[in-house]
């Protein structure tokens, strides 16, 4: 016996009648009136209005228009990306990796080095990688590869002079997406608040924003060397709380962005001192420790270790 629709001579029961015969419901569109609305208060300014404009600009000048414009080439420097100023990329980590992604390299070794350029030292590296992770573009453990972390490990404690341990180290995808797994853990509610530098890299704000928590600012100073001003972090930390914020965390850039400046060993010290008291969590943001203008960079780690020695 053949199905029948409303019009046949059995009919369905209500249930699927319904669902069979009834109009479709309405298609909602996915539109900038119906999206996650913290989605829409993350300003990422590197990439906005200004990075829209200059994109425009260059887009017009490659048409041969824009003559009216007074200049005539566009240099994006929004998101401080060296090469887009021909820097050029450090050759040796372009070709360990293109060994690591075709290990039939290895046996090329001497043609390479001849025709190619490479150096012995990248085929060493290359082979203790290959040991280590075995194969690269597959799934490694979730906290990173056991021997990358050793790596890390070994570099932090020749930094700090302190052991640093590789079961400690989680590997991300780039600082943005550590930094924002770590605010999804500590951001509990929405009157979670971190303390977070002004001028700073918007990373922060914008993170805050999606995870519906408040950004404590607290003023960096141009007299003072862009340096922390641990009153003046005391002072946003009390009017936040009094405002009923659950202040959990600090941040701190070091060396800054956009400041580029280091912190001295005393101001490190201090805000370290002021976490303790206060009980907050301090995430030291050190992506910029080789880029150093002024001064010398020490880790937030040594500041920590010293102090804890010296106690
Ligand atoms: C201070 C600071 N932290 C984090 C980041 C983001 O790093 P990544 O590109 O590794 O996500 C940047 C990028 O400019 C930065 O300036």
């Known amino acids: ?76 420097a929004n998101i401080g990306n060296p090469q887009q100023l021909d820097q050029k990329p450090i050759t040796f980590f372009r070709q360990v990796a293109s060994i690591l992604e075709n290990p039939a390299l290895l046996d090329a070794q001497e043609a390479l080095e001849k025709s190619s350029g490479y150096k012995s030292d990248v085929f060493e590296r290359a082979r203790k990688l290959l040991k280590d992770v075995k194969s690269v573009g597959a799934y490694s453990q979730s906290q990173g590869a056991a021997g990358i972390r050793q790596s890390v490990a070994d570099f932090i404690e020749r930094r700090d002079g302190y052991p640093a341990d590789a079961q400690s180290i989680y590997l991300s995808a780039g600082a943005s997406s550590g930094v924002n797994t ?9 009157q979670t608040g971190i303390l977070v530098p002004i001028p700073q890299y918007p990373l922060y704000t914008a993170t805050l924003a999606l995870q519906n928590a408040h950004c404590v600012p607290y003023y960096l100073h141009e007299e003072s060397n862009w340096s922390t001003n641990v009153d003046g972090m005391r002072d946003a930390l009390k009017k936040a709380q009094k405002q009923g914020i659950d202040v959990r965390a600090v941040v701190v850039i070091n060396p800054g962005n956009p400041t580029g400046a280091s912190l001295i060993p005393e101001a490190i010290n201090s805000v370290l001192e002021l976490a303790a008291e206060e009980k907050l969590l301090c995430i030291a943001d050190e992506v910029y420790q080789t880029n150093i203008f002024e001064g010398e960079f020490q880790s937030f780690k040594k500041g920590l270790r010293d102090l804890q020695k010296s106690a």
């Open 1 to 76: 016996m053949p199905l029948s629709g409303p019009s046949g001579s059995l009919p369905l029961p209500a249930f699927l009648e319904k669902r069979l015969f009834s109009t479709p419901p309405r298609v909602r569109s996915l539109n900038i009136n119906n999206i996650n609305p913290h989605v829409k208060e993350a300003k990422y300014a590197v990439r906005g209005e200004l990075a829209i404009k200059s994109e425009q600009y260059k887009a017009q000048l490659a048409k041969g228009e824009g003559k009216d414009l007074p200049f005539d080439s566009v240099v994006a």
């Open 182 to 190: 770590l605010m999804s853990v500590i951001c509990a509610s929405p």
